[in-house]
């Protein structure tokens, strides 16, 4: 699977942002889906992930009730709407793709993407 994010970029704090991440192949939905954010100086942390059905989600807690993670199994597309925006948000951005892994650590991703920038402005 070769996944490839899109959509980051600069805003202002309180803004939104939805980043959208294109799988290839025809097994996309045998892959559960995540996204992690790694800021400079930090570790990679998890952010959100769905179920292969999209049936099921758990975010972070420093993101819940902003951000929402969606896929389109028509379109082998997954996507992370993020509203109410703060500066400690700023982060490269990366789209996770796992097999029969149900947890929220990087070491569970079978494949990655190159990663997005996020960057909020105070």
């Known amino acids: 699977v070769q996944l490839v994010e899109s959509g980051g970029g600069l805003v202002q704090a309180g803004g939104s942002l939805r980043l959208s991440c294109a799988a290839s192949?025809?097994?996309?939905?045998?892959?559960?889906m995540r996204w992690f954010r790694q800021a400079p100086g930090k570790d990679r942390e998890f952010v959100a992930k769905?179920?292969?059905?999209?049936?099921?989600?758990d975010y972070a807690d420093s993101v819940k009730g902003r951000f929402t993670i969606s896929r389109d199994n028509t379109k082998n597309t997954v996507h992370l709407q993020m509203n109410s925006l703060k500066p400690e948000d700023t982060a490269v951005y990366y789209c996770?793709?796992?097999?029969?892994?149900?947890?929220?650590?990087?070491?569970?991703?079978?494949?990655w993407g190159q990663g997005t920038q996020v960057t909020v402005s105070s």
């Open positions: 996770a793709a796992s097999l029969f892994y149900s947890g929220s650590s990087p070491d569970g991703v079978a494949y």
């Open positions: 769905v179920s292969r059905n999209g049936g099921s989600t």
């Open positions: 192949g025809r097994t996309f939905i045998t892959y559960s």
